[in-house]
């Protein structure tokens, strides 16, 4: 068709199809797209299209906001306002998980339940190792140390009595072994040459400064002196605590290996 | 369309107004739904799925509403895609089968006369269309874009698109003659 059926006047607003041999409707279909209204006088058909159309791309009709709800939540995890407290993590890691009410009781008791296996790892690491050294069968320098802190039996190769009652322990409750609190006391600088590299430069004292005798506390019952075990009190030199360092460091170790 | 105040909503939204979000979830999901129902048995699902990505990545974005809708729609057709490959992977389902029980049935001219022509009817109408034919319209009349948005999303060229919507309204058309709708 090379002429238009009818004249521009005729058809005001659609314009006249240029290219030769193209489809007179195209005019109609484009603005039908474009959702300009189509002149009164085109086909019925075009109308009825472009009402079709209008209802294609009408309003929404009763479950088609239904989602409404879901997006509202994820977009609350994924926005900034919503996840203040975790606002740094990227988006994306967020979107698809659980919203921050349901997140939150599943994260503390996992961090709780860790907690606590740590605490009874701990405890139980303790008790074996104090039942051990009560049992005597540490290596000997740690079950040396042992004695000296907790009061456990000395090494037995040295053929003492393992037991010396309360006078074999060394009292921790006043301060005066390493056992006791860390923190520096006024009036005790022996604590220092408890560290090895201290107790190379310590003054020429040579018993270890938590089997020397002391004054009587200025609390308490009454004066409660130590005197040191009889028989594994040999007069330590800062040297001798170098030496049971290093091969209690060594024990150490092997243990861990 | 939300119109000339869509870049206010839109910038709500990206700090975390819900309430704004909300504005473009309601201008924005009836549209899509038609879309998604068109192209993939499970609308709802990638329709979801389309949204999680869209906040996901909506602080990010920058552009007008038709930029706005051309970058949603495109993610929906590229969810889509992807539940249609997991429905593919998925050999326990008979693909015919759920694929036909969740199809649009064309409306008959006694629907259409009873509907008057509504959005539900219209889709299922559309959805006799072949494939790209139905994409094409749904992506111009439903979401609202233009030639070129729709080519970039489609991959064809915007003549081919052209023509592919001219043909699909006529044959709507005569579907609408033949059925009586018309007169």
Known sequence: MSVPDASHSEMPGIPTPSRPGGEHDEPLLDMIFDGRAIPPDAPQEMHDLERMLAALAGPAEPGELAGEAAARAAFELASPAGISPAASRPAAHQVNRRPASHRAPRRRPARRRAGLATALCAAAAVLVSTAAAYAGVLPEPIQRMAHVTVGAPAPRHHGTSTRSGSGSRPDTRHGHGPAGSPAPRPGRSADAAWSPGHARVAPARHEPPWIRPRSAPTCGPGPRVYHGPPVTAPGWTPSDLQQIWSRCSEDLGKLRR | ?183
Do not use: N
Not at chain 2, 18 to 32: I, N, T, Y
Not at chain 2, 134 to 155: H, Q, W
């Open chain 2, 1 to 183: 369309m939300i119109g000339a105040a869509f870049g206010v909503v839109l910038a709500r939204a990206q700090a975390g107004d819900e309430a704004a979000f909300a504005c473009l979830f309601r201008d924005v999901q009836p549209g899509l739904l038609r879309y998604l129902r068109v192209i993939t048995p499970e609308a709802e699902d990638v329709a979801g799925d389309t949204w999680l990505q869209v906040v996901t990545g909506l602080t990010g974005f920058r552009g007008q509403e038709e930029a706005f809708r051309a970058w949603l729609f495109t993610i929906a057709r590229h969810r889509a895609a992807d539940a249609g490959r997991s429905r593919a992977r998925r050999s326990a389902v008979p693909l015919a089968v759920s694929e036909t029980a969740e199809q649009p049935l064309a409306p008959d001219a006694a629907d259409l006369a009873l509907d008057g022509i509504s959005a539900r009817a219209a889709v299922a109408l559309i959805a006799t269309l072949p494939r790209d034919q139905a994409e094409v319209v749904m992506l111009r009349v439903v979401a609202g874009l233009d030639v070129a948005d729709v080519a970039r999303i489609v991959g064809k060229s915007p003549g081919a698109v052209r023509v592919t919507a001219h043909r699909a309204l006529r044959r709507l058309a005569g579907h609408l003659e033949r059925a009586g709708v018309t007169q």
